[in-house]
């Protein structure tokens, strides 16, 4: 009998690696004899001429896709491609796809790179066996709890063309409202730098020939002109300090909003006590509260549990703590506008709506109400704050260039009047 030291067991054996999907270009001869080409993606050569053979197409060239001289350089995955996915995968199971179909048909259309090949990972998972959610929650940075627990709700109902539907349109209604707010932010923040960089340019390379100019003149400059030259003689003595400042600035900046959730909470309670742009934050944050709560509420989960998602979809610290707080007042028996309307940070119009759904049993559509009506207020704020700042900006720019030319031809001014 063979001791426990003379026992030697099997190493498990190692899983071979995934292959990585690469596009291939592809030319033959349909079922008629016509010559057909394309593009197809896959593993391996092999598996792209047997997928071809079940399309019916006898391939007589099946060739890698070239990498471009200065190699290819992959898309990022954005919020927006998420949200068309879920537009496109819906559609197509409403229309009686399959669904490992669906991400087929979705994936070859696809042109972001990145996309396609998360989706074909996804198929992947769903034909070894797993379930749409379950395949979803492996790639969480593109797919939040609420998305995997949306589509496992619609799964387990038996519904989930039905759910994609919702989710899709959530998703759109989200990135149009991100979209609004970028616009109002990206506007005036493009022409101050540009306002900067002229004046940069001024400063170092248009003031020095004046300066020069100026010294012959053997009189004292104006005060203001003085300044100016000063500013110019500081800049190009220390543009390497300013240009490492600013980025040192910059990059702090980011680090620290990415590690330090203290310093978000103090941004977002900022952001909601800033002029004008605090409208819009608060307007946008009770829309994205309404429609995440719309959305998971119409999908069959609890309140309590829809709360819990809602949390962290607000976006703002101030509104996170106070859904929190209403989900624990609800979760004792509190109405939900009463949670609400105690909380005081949401509008008497969204509290009066909740509780008329509340009354009616329609709140997922009451709620809905709300997130559209806001979601038209921001969009009327953006397009209010920017004909707003459209003269405040040509004003800045004209105090800033015409500042600079005024402080340059002060002094001939002075000259011709003594003359």
Same mark, same amino acid.
């Given at each position: 009998? $063979? ?15 995934? *292959? ?5 270009? +592809? ?48 898309? &990022? ?11 496109? =995968? ?11 179909? *669906? ?32 395949? %979803? ?41 991100? $979209? ?5 932010? &990206? ?7 540009? $306002? ?41 003595? +220390? +543009? ?25 909470? +103090? ?35 609890? %309140? ?38 105690? *909380? ?55 105090? %800033?260039?015409?500042? %600079?030319?005024?402080?340059?031809? =002060? ?9």
């Amino acid at each position: 009998m $063979a001791t426990a030291a003379q026992v030697k067991t099997k190493p498990a054996p190692k899983k071979p690696a995934e *292959s990585k999907v690469q596009q291939f270009i +592809w030319e033959g001869t349909d079922k008629r004899g016509n010559k057909v080409k394309g593009e197809l993606p896959g593993q391996n050569m092999t598996l792209v001429k047997a997928e071809l053979r079940k399309q019916g197409i006898n391939a007589n060239k099946v060739r890698k896709k070239p990498t471009p001289l200065l190699g290819q350089r992959k898309k &990022k995955i954005s919020p927006l491609d998420i949200a068309v996915f879920t537009r496109q =995968l819906a559609t197509m199971m409403k229309a009686g796809v399959p669904l490992v179909q *669906s991400f087929d048909i979705v994936a070859e259309g696809h042109d972001n790179a990145s996309m396609r090949d998360l989706l074909l990972r996804i198929k992947s998972d769903i034909e070894g066996g797993n379930n749409l959610a379950n395949s %979803l929650r492996q790639h969480p940075v593109y797919f939040d709890d609420l998305f995997c627990s949306l589509v496992e709700s619609g799964e387990q109902s038996g519904a989930l063309e039905t759910m994609l539907d919702r989710i899709a349109v959530y998703k759109e209604k989200t990135e149009a409202l991100k $979209a609004k707010i970028k616009k109002a932010v &990206k506007y005036p923040i493009a022409v101050v730098c540009v $306002a900067i960089i002229v004046t940069i340019i001024l400063l170092v390379k248009v003031v020095p020939t004046f300066q020069e100019l100026f010294s012959g003149f053997g009189a004292e400059l104006p005060a203001f002109t003085q300044l100016v030259i000063d500013m110019s003689e500081w800049l190009q003595k +220390w +543009w390497i300090l300013l240009i490492v400042g600013i980025i040192v600035s910059v990059t702090a900046f980011v680090e620290t909003k990415k590690r330090s959730p203290a310093f978000n909470d +103090w941004l977002d309670r900022l952001a909601l006590k800033t002029p004008v742009v605090g409208d819009i934050v608060f307007k946008a944050t009770i829309a994205r509260f309404a429609r995440t709560l719309a959305t998971t509420f119409a999908a069959g989960v609890p %309140l309590v549990d829809a709360l819990t998602s809602v949390a962290g979809a607000t976006g703002n610290v101030i509104y996170r703590n106070a859904v929190t707080k209403i989900k624990d007042d609800v979760s004792s028996g509190t109405q939900l506008n009463f949670s609400m309307k105690a *909380s005081g940070v949401f509008p008497a119009m969204a509290v009066q709506m909740t509780a008329i759904g509340e009354e009616s049993g329609a709140l997922d559509t009451m709620l809905d109400k709300v997130a559209s009506y806001y979601e038209s207020e921001v969009d009327n704020a953006v397009d209010g704050l920017t004909s707003l700042l459209e003269p405040i900006i040509m004003s800045v720019l004209g105090v %800033l260039v015409g500042g %600079l030319i005024i402080a340059m031809y =002060l002094p001939i001014f002075q000259l011709g009047s003594v003359v």
